[in-house]
DNA sequence: CGCGAGCTTGACGTTGTTCAACTAGAGTGG
DNA sequence: CCACTCTAGTTGAACAACGTCAAGCTCGCG
């Protein structure tokens, strides 16, 4: 997807995006765009709000996360690290965002305007392809995981939440969490205390190795299985 | 969506993208289309397969439903009623369906060569873009399933799946239910005897009124009110 | 050095699943 | 026309899974 020339002068969003537009189109949108920094825990685009502009991650870890106007529970629908689009779920159609997306360590996001966006993909089919492959890859990632919640009891979703965390976030058996336990609950769909007592019993049985906020998988296989069966 | 004329002539389908393609587009979208016939529990498209095809329900109702390899359970992702894109979540990138489409009612359905539509969809950015919001609707549609699920418990759940098709499928507070109690347990994720039990309870409450496959709510208040504190 | 947020542990109660037994209706063949 | 079977629906009791609670711990930061 990333074009092949690196010039330092353009940000990966760019790159990623001007191999699909005209030379005009581009300046639109480079026109329309902001970059901005983001701190662990800051929203970046919130949950009810008007979905205003779209979200490109640079750089950094985001987390979708849902909060219930009823009882205090939240849960992370997906998480993911850049370079990715953040926020085409609430992109192509009118209604309010269904949840915010939130950086879970330092980030850099670009945010577009939406109508300058959809009026350019309005004009350029390849274009909208490419972003909403792009989009769609997003909502696969929340329907796994639901597919994960519905299925499979507490073990299995945990496993998937630490296999997930390190072939598709830290690229690594070996990573320095950026999450709290709290937020893995949220993520697995379990409580606080479930979490703690898989993964320290995992440690146990030499499944996993915990140094302070690292998290080394050692027996990779145990882990696949015990998602497996869930 | 829909065009105000309604040529007998053209199906749902074709009135619904003819307003954003040039003759010749529909000309060439209609030559890579057939409309097939299929029963309850006939399915449509199949988890695993290849993506060759996008689905349209042109009349009928059809449910998303995954089945795990692992053990025997499957669940059901949403529920959709005629006219609806299907399949558009296994549309926009290259892996196999990651789960099944199946007419839970007979149902007409207009089957579409997915390289042909992708290759009018580059060409033209509004029919693009006005399909990915109809396809959006789908994953929105998962997606608050996914979090009706992980928040809310067994009551909550059957509540909104009750409401859900009430408001969003039938189209009227009292409906023949073409779903079996195990469907309904595969949508609410929980199991058969759940359902049964918490709907005789509704009975009993006076909050709805089921004869045979006749489902009545008679107490709307009184379900949303349930469906809201979970 | 002390305070607080995040983390950890075990005991306990609730929720929801599983199992087994039973009923009702629809379709089949003698 | 009536057993016979098969599937869907129903009920309650036993049991397992999971969340909640309460208490104590640890580490980083002011």
Redo the contacts with the bound molecule.
């Keep these: 997807m990333i074009s092949e020339k690196n010039d330092k002068d353009y940000t990966i969003f760019e790159r990623m995006v001007m191999q699909f537009l005209k030379e005009e189109e581009f300046r639109i949108l480079k026109k329309a765009s902001v970059l901005l920094n983001f701190g662990k825990g800051e929203t970046i685009l919130k949950q009810g709000n008007r979905p205003t502009h779209i979200a490109f991650l640079q750089s950094g870890i985001a987390k979708f996360s849902f909060n219930s106007d009823t009882n205090d529970r939240t849960i992370i629908l997906t998480l993911v690290s850049a370079p990715k689009i953040l926020g085409g779920a609430n992109l192509f159609y009118k209604d309010n965002n269904l949840f915010s997306i939130v950086a879970v360590e330092k980030s850099e996001v670009i945010l577009i305007e939406s109508d300058v966006l959809m009026e350019l993909m309005k004009n350029n089919g390849v274009f909208s392809l490419a972003l909403f492959q792009l989009v769609s890859d997003m909502f696969k990632r929340a329907i796994l995981n639901f597919i994960s919640v519905a299925n499979k009891?507490?073990?299995g979703r945990i496993a998937d939440v630490i296999l997930y965390l390190s072939g598709e976030i830290y690229f690594n058996t070996t990573f320095n969490l950026s999450l709290?336990?709290?937020e893995l609950a949220e993520f697995a769909?379990?409580?606080?205390?479930?979490v703690?007592?898989t993964?320290?019993r995992w440690q146990h049985e030499k499944i996993i190795v915990?140094t302070?906020k690292q998290i080394e998988i050692t027996d990779m296989k145990k882990l696949q299985q015990i998602s497996k069966i869930g």
């Design positions: 009891q507490k073990e709290t336990r709290k769909c379990c409580s606080v205390e479930n703690i007592m993964l320290s915990i302070g």
